[in-house]
């Protein structure tokens, strides 16, 4: 059984940095990219950065470059997602995610808030 569990949220001043963590467990992830999104009140829940499991070039939404960035460490089964310069805009649920050809996988979650 797939686990996604994310941790690392909280509330921050903006210009602030946080690091989220996803633990995944349940299966091999090799052929899987590992994601992050995020759901805002009010809004749907949108694409945040991706990288594959297995490697390569991380995928880096447009409203997050240059100030998020995503990485995993295979040995701990564990993708990070480290955020810089944070803004307000930023505020909403934070959801891991890992998608490949068995499935597609949520975290339960974990609220950033970033005060202004």
């Known amino acids: 059984q797939v686990q996604l569990v994310e941790s690392g949220g909280g509330l921050v001043q903006a210009g602030g940095s946080l690091r989220l963590s996803c633990a995944a467990s349940g299966r091999t992830f090799t052929s899987y990219v590992m994601g992050w999104f995020r759901q805002a009140p009010g809004k749907e829940r949108e694409f945040v950065a991706d990288?594959?499991?297995?490697?390569?070039?991380?995928n880096i939404a447009d409203s997050v470059k240059g100030r998020f960035t995503i990485s995993r460490d295979i040995p701990k089964n564990m993708v990070y997602l480290q955020m810089y310069s944070l803004k307000p805009e930023d505020t909403a649920v934070y959801y891991c995610?890992?998608?490949?050809?068995?499935?597609?996988?949520w975290g339960q979650g974990t609220q950033v808030t970033v005060s202004s």
């Open positions: 990288i594959r499991w297995s490697g390569g070039s991380a």
């Open positions: 995610n890992a998608r490949g050809v068995a499935g597609d996988y």
